[in-house]
């Protein structure tokens, strides 16, 4: 199994551009979620998904869309790129939600987004 | 108050030596936690969860949690320099619509000296 991977690893925007940061997993999950990481923070949860067709807000989701609509891929897109969002993105998976039970998240390796 | 706080560190420790991460966390945090290790330009990998009051061991790793203080720690024996990095404490967020995903601490940059 290839577990969560992401694409691209690096990107460079303009302000105003826009992008799709694309994560899949092969792990049958149905949960899968966004993060970004700014320079010595943890990490901020943008978008969740509880499974395909179906998504919510998490802390931080302004300026960005998702969609689900496979189990396998969980797309996050920014519309217009702006300075703010130069990050470290994150996208993760597990098998069950909070609550549910013994809940490990596995995590992507990354796409790392300098907005300029 | 922030959901989950961590005192960031460095926290410098000899080979060999109990290094101890702590982390407090606020009533929004639900009762489910997780110690991440993240090495630097890498993504989280996670060492420990724990759920129930208590400890929970896996090798040299320990996992504290006591809900009436709210506070979570992990505990790593005879500590090796490969265990140099950030350590992120996490702890489930709930939203009015259900179970969201993970608030995390800033983490605590350990240094483990040879």
């Known amino acids: 199994n290839a577990g969560v991977t992401q694409t691209p690893k690096f990107r460079i925007l303009k302000i105003g551009q826009s992008m799709t940061l694309q994560c899949a997993q092969d792990?049958?999950?149905?949960?899968m979620y966004w993060y970004r990481q700014d320079p010595g923070m943890g990490l901020k949860l943008i978008y969740y998904s509880v499974g395909a067709g179906i998504t919510d807000k998490g802390e931080v989701p302004n300026g960005y869309n998702v969609s689900r609509s496979t189990t396998e891929d969980f797309p996050l897109r920014l519309e217009l790129a702006a300075p703010s969002q130069t990050s470290v993105y994150f996208c993760a998976s597990s098998y069950l939600g909070l609550g549910e039970g013994t809940n490990e998240q596995f995590f992507g390796p990354g796409t790392r987004l300098t907005v300029l | 108050q922030k959901e989950v706080e961590q005192n960031s560190g460095p926290l410098s420790v000899p080979e060999g030596a109990i290094a101890s991460l702590n982390c407090t966390y606020s009533d929004r945090v639900s009762q489910s936690f997780f110690w991440y290790r993240q090495y630097s330009g890498k993504s989280p990998e996670l060492i420990m969860s724990?759920?129930?009051?208590g400890d929970k061991e896996d090798g040299r790793f320990t996992a504290q949690l006591n809900k009436a203080s709210q506070y979570v720690s992990l505990l790593i024996r005879d500590s090796q320099p490969s265990d140099s990095a950030t350590y992120l404490c996490?702890?489930?967020?709930?939203?009015?619509?259900?179970?969201?995903?993970?608030?995390f601490g800033k983490g605590t940059h350990l240094i483990i000296q040879p």
């Open positions: 724990i759920y129930s009051n």
């Open positions: 996490a702890g489930g967020i709930y939203s009015g619509g259900g179970a969201d995903g993970l608030t």
């Open positions: 792990m049958n999950h149905n949960y």
